[in-house]
């Protein structure tokens, strides 16, 4: 690397005015929301507007108040909904979009034009689309009358207004069963790093995965976080919202996927198709294994789109339905609608973390690569 | 990130014959149904935006109307055309602002590489990762105090600043891909830092500006929380008005229909005219191809 010539100078300059302005409104205001979260501003009402409003230091009352608060099972729900919702939704967009790009990639006649059917609805916005899904998951038409078409029964599935949940289970088990999912995670990271030999990290994989088991099992139970069971579920009301999302952002997959499959040479297969393998084994042992990081990042980009989903949501359910609200939608009504300004920030706070875990990884794993290189 | 921005999904396919495989036939049929999920959606959207206010009826939701009924659109165009127009100036005025600035950061970091880049770099890219409801109070503080809360202005100036980690990227692996020797040439011949970019860069560049602009543009459009946030009545832009007409319980489907229509079709048509352009910065959001 050469020394700081005036070109260099330039080159920074140039990008000075952008770094500030990322400095104010990412870090900055991020630290302003974090803030934010820790004070009681807009707890009382007739202080939120206020032009000198009265704000103090509550610590992390807020949270609290959101996690184990009578008033906040609304919230608590939510949390429940957006993982479910995410995991769905991205395994809806894998799917479909893998299914899609593999069909495509027989090279169908006119295969231009299918993949952009499959690919328009990625131009839309998530309000036009929720506005014609809403539409789609009227309860006496729609999809509802579809089978009617056919001679059937009109269905009489309440799309979005479903107040019926399955996989129901008490907020007060929520962390025990942290506890144990990520301690299987842990399981799995050490088992791996143990069959590659990496010691330190089978070590420290192994032994949080087992100080996480012994705290689920010896002290999570004596821990109350409400006085009484509440019992949250996956709402049927956010299906619907999941296949449109699906119907959105499957084409994304697909095209991810497609491009995957262009890049893997036609010797490959051929070499696999030589050594015998039929079709099935050769996108078992050949295609498959090429394809894995592109599901990773997949799974990363529509992970952190399904926690800040809130638009979708909005147009259809709109924003009182409760049996189908998100974190996102319920920060933006907490902030701008009741004025609870300290609490939204918590909210978003708390979404921020969310998204966070999912791409401070990513992000940091591909600049080590390139540093790599 | 050793990416560049990947064409390899919009590259026409390989001139082999068609694989012999499992059932042709099954594959078309494959096709249809689902070709069938992603078009149902739209028939309906437009047999509904097309039928008269009495003849919406849920039993009969799927047949095409009898009448068509075109007043829908203008009836749609009377609530939202202005926000259409400020949608419109919202999204050309962020868009040109955040590909400009976007185009001289990537070349800055492309091909100026200082002490640190890297890590400047990524910080940037966070910002265009962060749920904006984590910023979005401060924002809203931020641009009542700047005095410009309500106006299509407070919007602009968040959509360019948000905008900036995504124009940044993908003007920097489309740099990346210049060869460094046309920039020591040029640096051979005394050209300095802004003359490589007007003689070399910028001359180059118009692929990755038509990017840049189709993304951005379809995202600021597309745009709610923000809309939704930080303008009032006079500056709303067209998803918020949509949102507004389609959540009213009095007025009837086919008007939130023809509207949706209207506020789709700029940025269906910039896909359908331009798609390749566009799945380019489709896959060039996701950081690696």
């Known amino acids: 690397m050469k020394g700081l010539t005036k070109d260099r100078l330039w080159a920074i300059a140039v990008l000075t005015p952008s770094i500030l302005l990322l400095a104010i409104f990412v870090y900055g205001f991020i ?12 707890n009382d009402p007739a202080q939120a507007l206020a032009l000198n409003p009265i704000i103090k230091w509550v610590g992390l009352a807020n949270y609290q108040e959101l996690f184990t608060g009578f008033l906040q099972g609304r919230f608590r729900q939510e949390m429940i909904s957006t993982i479910f919702f995410t995991v769905f939704f991205i395994l809806g967009c894998l799917g479909l979009g893998l299914g899609l ?9 006119g295969e231009a034009l299918w993949r ?32 009617a078409a056919f001679g059937g029964k009109p269905s009489t599935f309440g799309w979005l207004s479903s107040t019926d949940s399955v996989l129901k289970f008490d907020w007060n088990l929520l962390p025990i069963i942290t506890a144990v999912v990520v301690a299987i995670v842990m399981g799995v990271i050490a088992y791996r790093a143990f069959a590659s030999g990496q010691r330190t990290r089978t070590i420290v994989a192994a032994a949080s995965a087992a100080v996480l088991l012994l705290w689920a099992v010896f002290v999570a139970p004596n821990l109350k976080m409400l006085p009484a069971p509440e019992v949250h579920g996956f709402n049927l009301a956010l299906v619907g919202i999941v296949i449109a999302a699906v119907w959105q952002m499957s084409g994304y997959t697909m095209a991810l996927y497609l491009a995957g499959l262009r890049g893997i040479p036609e010797e490959l297969r051929e070499a696999a198709r030589v050594d015998g393998a ?8 050949v295609v498959f294994p090429l394809l894995a990081p592109i599901t990773l990042s997949a799974m990363i980009i529509l992970g952190h789109i399904s926690l800040k989903i809130f638009d979708l949501v909005y147009a259809m359910a709109g924003p009182d339905n409760t049996f189908a609200s998100v974190p996102a939608l319920n920060m933006y009504l907490t902030s701008f609608r009741q004025n609870q300004f300290a609490l939204g920030a918590a909210i978003g706070t708390i979404l921020l973390i969310l998204v966070a875990f999912i791409i401070v990884p990513y992000l940091s794993s591909q600049f080590r690569t390139e540093e790599s290189h | 990130m050793t990416t560049t921005i990947p064409t390899a999904a919009t590259a026409k396919p390989p001139a082999t014959a068609p694989r012999k495989s499992i059932g042709r036939p099954g594959l078309y049929i494959v096709l249809v149904i689902a070709a069938l999920f992603f078009l149902l959606p739209i028939y309906l959207l437009f047999a509904t935006a ?14 095409w109307p009898a009448a068509l009924n075109w007043a829908s659109f203008s009836d749609a165009w009377a609530k939202i055309g202005g926000n259409l127009g400020n949608s419109l100036f919202l999204a050309v005025v962020a868009t040109v602002l955040a590909a400009m600035m976007g185009s ?29 409801q984590a910023v979005l109070i401060p924002l809203f503080q931020f641009i009542k105090a700047l ?6 202005w407070g919007l602009i100036l968040a959509h360019v600043v948000y905008g900036l980690p995504i ?36 001359p180059i560049s118009i692929p990755g500006f038509v990017v840049v602009i189709i993304w951005e543009f379809t995202q600021v459009w597309n745009e709610f929380l923000f809309a939704a946030t930080l303008t009032n009545t006079s500056a709303q832009p067209v998803t918020y008005a949509l949102s507004q007409l389609a959540g009213g319980q009095a007025v009837s489907w086919n008007l939130p229909m023809a509207g949706a229509i209207l506020a789709a079709l700029p940025t269906l048509l910039v896909y359908i005219l331009l798609g390749r352009y566009f799945v380019r910065g489709l896959l060039a959001g996701s950081v690696k191809g």
């Open chain 2, 147 to 152: 005095g410009l809360y309500g106006t299509i």
């Open chain 1, 278 to 285: 039929n079709e099935i084994d050769m996108y078992r042992r």
């Open chain 1, 101 to 109: 790009a593999l069909a495509l990639d027989r090279n169908p006649k």
């Open chain 2, 50 to 63: 097309l039928k008269s206010p009495d003849a919406i009826n849920l039993a009969t939701t799927w047949r």
């Open chain 1, 31 to 42: 630290g302003r929301t974090v803030y934010v979260s820790f004070t009681d501003w807009g």
């Open chain 1, 116 to 147: 952009t059917i499959f690919l328009f609805p990625m131009s839309l916005s998530f309000i036009v689309t929720g506005t014609i899904w809403r539409w789609m998951l009227q309860p006496q038409g729609g999809v509802n009358q579809l089978p």
């Open chain 2, 104 to 132: 001289l950061n990537g070349y800055a970091l492309a091909k100026w590489k200082f002490r640190g880049a890297n890590t400047v770099f990524a910080l940037m890219l966070f910002g265009m990762f962060i749920p904006y």
């Open chain 2, 167 to 202: 124009t940044t990227l993908i003007f920097r692996n489309f740099y990346a891909d210049v060869p460094d020797a046309l920039v020591e040439a040029a640096t051979i011949d005394g050209a300095g830092f802004w003359q490589i970019y007007r003689r070399v860069i910028f």
